[in-house]
C-alpha cells in the first residue's frame, strides 16, 4: 500500500513564496512557460500530481518555449564548470574515452548543424556508447520528428529533476 503523506520536499515546495517556487522550477526547466504552468498548478496532492501537471505543461510547449527549455542544457560530455546536476546526470561519460569524447564532440555539431541547437538526451542512467548511438540514430530524423523526441527526453529529464525536488528534505 502506498503513503498519502505529502513527502517532505514537495510540502516545503507548496509552501514556497512564489518567487522561490519559481526560481526552484527554474533549476529543473528553462522553460518560462513550462514554469508558470507548474506554479499554476500549486498546491500538489502528490507527486504524481507534479509529474503530470509537468507532462501536461511539457506536451503544450510551443518551438519557442522548447528552445528556451533547451538552453538550459549543455551538451553531452560538456557539463557546464560548477554545474553538479549536469555533471550527476552525465555521469555515463565520467570514464569515457578521449575517442568516445571526440565522436560525441563531432556528433554534437553536426546535430546542431541540422536541427540548430545540442544534442539532448536524459542521460541518467545511459553510458557514453548509448548517448553516441543515439546521437548517431537521431540525425536521420526529420527535425518535426526531432522536436518530438526532443520534447519527450527534456519530459524524462523534468521528471527526475522534479523528483530530487519532491524527496528533498529541505532547499
Known amino acids: 500500500m502506498t503513503s498519502t503523506a505529502t513527502p517532505p520536499g514537495l510540502a516545503r515546495f507548496n509552501a514556497l513564496a512564489e518567487p522561490a517556487a519559481s526560481a526552484a522550477l527554474h533549476e529543473a526547466c528553462a522553460s518560462a512557460a513550462w514554469v508558470g504552468r507548474l506554479l499554476a498548478g500549486r498546491p500538489y496532492a502528490d507527486a504524481e500530481d507534479l509529474y503530470a501537471m509537468s507532462d501536461t505543461a511539457m506536451a503544450g510547449l510551443t518551438a519557442d518555449d522548447l528552445a528556451e527549455a533547451m538552453a538550459g542544457h549543455p ?3 560538456r557539463p557546464a564548470p560548477g554545474d553538479p546536476v549536469s555533471a550527476r546526470e552525465q555521469r ?3 570514464d569515457a574515452s578521449e575517442q568516445l569524447r571526440a565522436e560525441l564532440l563531432d ?3 553536426a546535430y546542431q548543424e541540422r ?3 545540442v544534442f539532448l538526451i536524459c542521460a541518467t ?3 557514453g556508447e548509448q548517448m553516441r548511438d543515439a546521437a548517431r540514430k537521431r ?3 526529420s527535425p518535426e520528428d526531432e522536436r518530438e523526441i526532443v520534447r519527450a527526453e527534456l519530459g524524462l529529464i523534468n521528471r ?3 523528483g530530487r525536488l519532491v524527496e528533498e528534505e529541505q532547499a
Do not use: E, K, S, V
Open 139 to 141: 540525425m536521420a530524423n
Open 92 to 94: 555515463g561519460m565520467a
Open 107 to 109: 556528433l554534437d555539431l
Open 115 to 117: 536541427f540548430g541547437q
Open 75 to 77: 551538451p553531452i560530455g
Open 160 to 162: 527526475i529533476r522534479l
Open 125 to 127: 542512467g545511459r553510458t
